[in-house]
């Protein structure tokens, strides 16, 4: 019992000596749950909107105020020109597309009858399926008032009126929902084992004695981090290039998009991925501290990437905060090219951001890794 003791007291001085470990014991879960309760939500609410509306009538402004109050949509733009609604749902600006159709106002009064449609972007799966529940029943609440106000005026109708909703589910019209997340979970695999192979590698150096060994050869700091990069990145490709081949003949996940743009987006997001796992690995001084931190900080980017639950019904401060994060681009370019069939206009937002994401990381862990080791 004495020898258990000394022993106790012995872990917990080494705990509390060593500041990196008490931090990622006591500090690092707080903060994972402050950040991530804001962010693992399955609710679905500011839902982006575009809306065509080719009335522009009371009762046409009247429906479209109807989504907006209901907290369920936010409404990014208003136009008569279908083109823009369909380039809102390719660039992923958009979910839902309302469109109301000229003389709404003047079918729902005679003969009581008017169509609108909704265009949903479904390559969410069953999310798509939860926001069309949430439209049809702000219709259905919008023509039940239509009627209950007529029949209070005891005004003449021909009939109750009705709003027929015509749906058009793009991308993924049978709402699967592997088919939206199978790529997502492929990109969080290949970071999850690039990231953390890449976080050990210097880490492991460092214990082995080698580092030192390596620091007195010609070799600069740059090509040192690059060297240790490449083989990770190749490893990385292949992991992503067997993924695919699994998504397409396991799970028949459609590849509409082009294959070369898929890995000419992934060459520069593993260099950010990668680049993350080398700073770690220049900061930490065990292989141990280095999956701790890896751990953590992985788990905070696969909640806030998207993946999981869509970023809009995040909170607003996490979904700013979000556009830090590298994998949430490249699996919103992923999904983009395989499901929606996007093309390079279509991505150049979230790839222009990996790549000085992938040139920023890359400088930050060589710059670490010379004070460091200097």
């Known amino acids: 019992m004495r020898r258990i003791l000394f022993l106790a007291r012995a872990e917990v001085l080494h705990v509390v000596r060593d500041k990196a470990t008490l931090a990622q014991v006591l500090v690092l879960p707080v903060l994972q749950l402050l950040v991530l309760s804001n962010a693992a939500t399955f609710a679905i609410r ?4 575009y ?20 907290g369920h949509f936010r409404i990014i733009g208003e136009t008569a020109s279908p083109a823009a609604a369909d380039e809102a749902l390719l660039s992923g600006d958009a979910t839902m597309v309302l469109t109301v159709p000229a003389e709404f106002e003047q079918r729902l009064a005679r003969p009581g009858v008017a169509p609108v449609q909704l265009a949903v972007n479904a390559e969410k799966g069953s999310a798509a399926g939860i926001v069309q529940s949430y439209a049809s029943s702000i219709v259905s609440a919008y023509e039940r008032d239509l009627n209950d106000a007529a029949a209070s005026r005891g005004a003449p109708r ?44 210097i880490a492991r150096e460092k214990e082995l004695g080698t580092l030192e060994q390596l620091n007195v050869t010609p070799i600069t700091r740059a090509q040192f981090i690059t060297a240790k990069l490449l083989p990770f990145w190749a490893l990385a490709m292949i992991d992503l290039a067997i993924g695919l081949a ?36 220049t900061l930490v001084e065990t292989q141990q501290q280095a999956m701790f931190v890896t751990f953590f900080i992985l788990n905070v980017y696969l909640l806030m990437s998207g993946l999981f639950t869509p970023i809009d019904s995040m909170a607003p401060w996490v979904e700013a905060v979000s556009q830090l994060n590298p994998v949430r681009h490249f699996v ?7 499901i929606k069939g996007a093309g390079a206009p279509e991505i150049a937002r979230p790839f222009a951001i990996l790549t000085v994401y992938a040139a920023a990381m890359l400088a930050i862990a060589i710059r670490q890794h010379q004070k460091r080791t200097a």
């Open 332 to 338: 919103t370019i992923s999904r983009a090219i395989l």
């Open 158 to 201: 021909p009939g109750a009126a009705r709003l027929e909703i015509p749906v058009r589910n793009w991308y993924n019209a049978d709402l699967n929902y592997r088919d939206y997340m199978v790529p997502g979970i492929l990109v969080a695999l290949v970071t999850m084992i690039g990231t953390l192979l890449t976080a050990q590698n």
């Open 246 to 281: 699994v998504a397409r003949f396991a799970f028949d996940v459609p590849m509409r998009g082009s294959l070369l743009l898929l890995f000419g987006a992934a060459a520069v997001y593993l260099v950010a991925a990668l680049g993350i796992g080398l700073w770690i690995s």
């Open 46 to 49: 500011n839902t982006p909107m």
């Open 51 to 70: 809306v065509v509306d080719f009335d522009h009538s009371q009762a046409s402004r009247d429906l479209v105020r109807r989504f907006s109050a209901s």
